[in-house]
């Protein structure tokens, strides 16, 4: 019973650096996304998709790229890392029966600290 | 732009003690809202959703009402257990061809037996 698997669940960056944060699920899930948690601020979506090859912006997707090669897959990649991209990251992905259900499964998140 | 507010937390409340959280909503168009829950640690779960005007959602004792006249989804459950502490995070979606989901700022709640 994977569900929405994220890796790493840690990770502490210097700026510059670039990294990738994965995430895969096992429900074939059309709907895949990516959020930021902030404290005081909720979860702020950076990236979805609603298929492969098919991708879109969120509220706050500077400094992020996707891809969608794959229904299981949706790596999120930062470039160069930043101070302000410390945060928590979750993968959470939705089955799209004719439209977006709003009923998201999330993964259990990714703490990235930049140093 | 569509938006979701949450009232202040920490809750701190007894063991067997009335939640109510508030939840007030801007939208334009028919938006369905949510209540997700996050437990220490993990990510958020899905607690109840009503998709239009008057619909009850409701789950685990938990229960939330779509009021369009007063544009507010509050949650409210009857008595609360030690095990209800997490943060509930109120959630709207614009319209099913979106794919966007938008959170209010989250409130937790802690229970004191």
């Known amino acids: 019973n994977a569900g929405v698997t994220q890796t790493p669940k840690f990770q502490v960056l210097k700026t510059g650096q670039s990294m990738t944060l994965q995430c895969a699920q096992d429900?074939?899930?059309?709907?895949m996304s990516w959020y930021r948690q902030d404290p005081g601020m909720g979860l702020r979506l950076i990236h979805y998709?609603?298929?492969?090859?098919?991708?879109d912006q969120g509220e706050v997707p500077n400094g992020y790229n996707v891809s969608r090669s794959t229904t299981e897959d949706f790596p999120l990649r930062l470039l160069s890392a930043a101070p302000s991209q410390t945060s928590v990251y979750f993968c959470?992905?939705?089955?799209?029966?004719?439209?977006?259900?709003?009923?998201?499964?999330f993964g259990e998140g990714s703490r990235l600290t930049v140093l | 732009g569509d938006s979701v507010t949450q009232m202040e937390g920490p809750v701190t409340l007894s063991e067997e003690a009335f939640l109510t959280i508030n939840c007030t909503y801007t939208?334009?168009?028919?938006?369905?809202l949510f209540w997700y829950v996050q437990y220490p640690g993990e990510g958020l779960q899905l607690l109840l959703k009503?998709?239009?005007?008057?619909d009850k959602g409701s789950n685990k004792g938990f229960e939330a009402t779509y009021r369009k006249e007063t544009t507010s989804f509050h949650l409210e459950k009857g008595s609360v257990q030690v095990s209800d502490s997490a943060v509930y995070f109120c959630?709207?979606?614009?319209?099913?061809?979106?794919?966007?989901?938008?959170f209010g700022q989250g409130t937790t709640l802690q229970v004191k037996p």
């Open positions: 959470a992905s939705s089955g799209w029966k004719g439209g977006f259900t709003g009923e998201l499964f």
């Open positions: 429900m074939n899930h059309e709907y």
């Open positions: 998709s609603v298929g492969a090859g098919i991708t």
């Open positions: 939208a334009t168009g028919y938006p369905s």
């Open positions: 009503a998709t239009k005007a008057d």
């Open positions: 959630a709207l979606t614009p319209g099913s061809r979106t794919g966007k989901l938008i």
